[in-house]
């Protein structure tokens, strides 16, 4: 996976200096040790912070180190000033979490109270307004804190990649998904960064493309990946054009950014002009770690670049689209009600790793506007099959209409059904899903894309969106949890 950070971890202990030292740094080489045994590598640092000059000093050997995300280990009570103050020094995320006592032994004269530490630590971060990661119960033993720390390298790895991203969009969203056009301002107060362009700057790149050496290979790289039949190679070629056109760009424009999203224009006009449909690619860029959004949605890729430093793995964005008949229910399905199953679809822009038996095709809608009495041919390019069965989180992060941040985390699967349909579909069932789509989906204005991580990521993404201080994170909240607007009188 290309276009994400590596995390290079380091840990710095602190201590009161009313407090042993060798407490404090004791308990961090066990820390280290556990961490090391169970998870790989990280930095030791070896000053343990007690006054401001240390944390200069601290800060000074993890930067030097080459370390990039920072643990902050509170072995005792901590100087709350210093220890604060690695956050506002250090450039990247920093976890902060505090030793637990080991046995009674302890108790008598080498009791540490960071317990009551973390309290004070956590008002001064809040005093200066500093972003800190800490766990949902920040004290444990050596073992617990090493665990602790791997849960917390995915939330590191999409904070680093958020830092350093800019989202390159290509044409302005189509006249009937203005649900996806939000204000851009949110994103600056990310620290992300956006380019805009026309779709005719990225059709004259693409023509400029013609007859690119890399073509050939690219073309049999994609006979590898899926079922093309006869009928559907004369696309490969402009796939393979429109596949270097992009990646050429994104090195071209990424400018002071280490990492890139895309946002791109795909209908209606995408397939007079550049003669394809452009979801195979995007299919296989996102696979890569470049998520390439559809219909110009800006927050669309964004999520989705959140699920792939999250998962490190390739991630999709689809529509959630259309209810599940009842017949289907009746004959496939137990274990979740009606109402709590739906169907996720796209044309054909999730990944061929993710889908069953991945196959060319044309997109079926577009055909019958653009091509409706003969054989497919500019609106070839989609890639189609059941999407694979398995856990997945559905997520969205959203700019609002009054520039602001909001987002919603759901855990849910993908079932073993045959969704009998077009294009990248499959069956999907979250817990409570109907309550969850009339009281945060509709009730909040999120549009009908969402992003999808394959695999169980909720507490992680619902993590990284505290740190980035979004304040309005819902969840499919369990029975007998009420939304704040549902009716508690409701019939049925």
């Not at 404090?24 to 030791?44: F, L, N, P, Q, T």
């Not at 006054?51 to 100087?79: H, I």
């Not at 700019?399 to 009998?420: F, I, Q, S, W």
């Not at 992680?460 to 949890?481: C, M, Q, T, W």
Request: glycine content about 8%; proline content about 6%; hydrophobic content about 40%.
């Amino acid at each position: 996976m290309t276009n994400i950070p590596n995390v290079k971890l380091g840990i710095i202990s602190v201590s009161r200096d009313c407090f042993v030292i060798t407490l404090s740094e004791s308990r961090r080489h066990a820390v280290v040790a556990a961490y090391e045994k169970k998870y790989g590598e990280i930095y030791d640092c070896s000053v343990t912070v007690e006054s401001e000059r240390d944390m200069l000093r601290a800060v000074d050997e993890v930067k030097a180190a080459g370390c990039n995300a920072l643990v902050v280990f509170l072995g005792n009570f901590g100087p709350e000033s210093a220890e604060t103050l690695i956050a506002k020094y250090f450039d990247g995320p920093v976890m902060y979490c505090a030793a637990a006592e080991e046995n009674v032994g302890v108790l008598t004269s080498d009791r540490g109270d960071a317990f009551c530490g973390m309290l004070n630590c956590s008002y001064n971060l809040g005093l200066r307004n500093l972003r800190a990661f800490i766990p949902e119960y920040p004290v444990g033993t050596a073992d617990e804190v090493a665990d602790m720390i791997a849960d917390y390298v995915p939330a590191a790895r999409a904070i680093l990649g958020l830092s350093s991203l800019k989202i390159i969009t290509f044409g302005p969203r189509p006249q009937d998904f203005l649900a996806c056009n939000a204000p851009i301002k949110p994103l600056h107060d990310l620290g992300i960064e956006i380019e805009e362009n026309s779709e005719l700057d990225l059709l004259v790149s693409y023509r400029e493309h013609e007859g690119d050496a890399r073509i050939p290979a690219i073309i049999e790289e994609m006979k590898g990946e899926l079922c093309v039949r006869p009928s559907m190679e004369g696309i490969l070629p402009r796939l393979a054009q429109y596949e270097c056109t992009l990646l050429d760009w994104a090195d071209a424009h990424r400018g002071a950014s280490k990492y890139v999203a895309i946002a791109g224009k795909c209908w209606p006009a995408f397939q007079t002009e550049f003669k394809f449909c452009p979801c195979y690619v995007n299919s296989r860029l996102t696979s890569r770690g470049i998520p390439v959004s559809c219909e110009v949605d800006v927050y669309g890729a964004l999520s989705e670049y959140i699920g792939i430093c999250i998962s490190g793995k390739p991630v999709t964005l689809l529509d959630i689209n259309n209810t599940v008949p009842r017949d289907m229910y009746d004959k496939e399905i137990t274990g979740y009600r009606q109402s709590e199953t739906f169907m996720g679809f796209h044309c054909g822009n999730t990944p061929a790793c993710m889908v069953n038996d991945p196959t060319m095709k044309y997109q079926l809608i577009m055909k019958r506007s653009l091509e409706p009495d003969g054989e497919p041919d500019i609106t070839r390019g989609t890639i189609e099959g059941s999407i694979k069965a398995g856990d997945i989180t559905f997520f969205r992060l959203q700019g609002t209409a009054d520039g602001k941040l909001r987002a919603y985390v759901a855990n849910g699967e993908v079932l073993p059904v045959d969704p009998c349909s077009f294009g990248g579909i499959g069956v999907f069932a979250i817990p409570e899903m109907d309550r969850f789509y009339r009281h945060v989906l509709i009730e909040k204005r999120f549009p009908h894309h969402g992003a999808v991580a394959f695999g169980h990521y909720g507490a992680e993404i619902f993590e990284v969106l505290k740190y980035l201080g979004v304040a309005d994170i819902s969840y499919n909240r369990p029975a007998g949890v009420l939304y704040p607007t549902e009716n508690p009188f409701k019939k049925r």
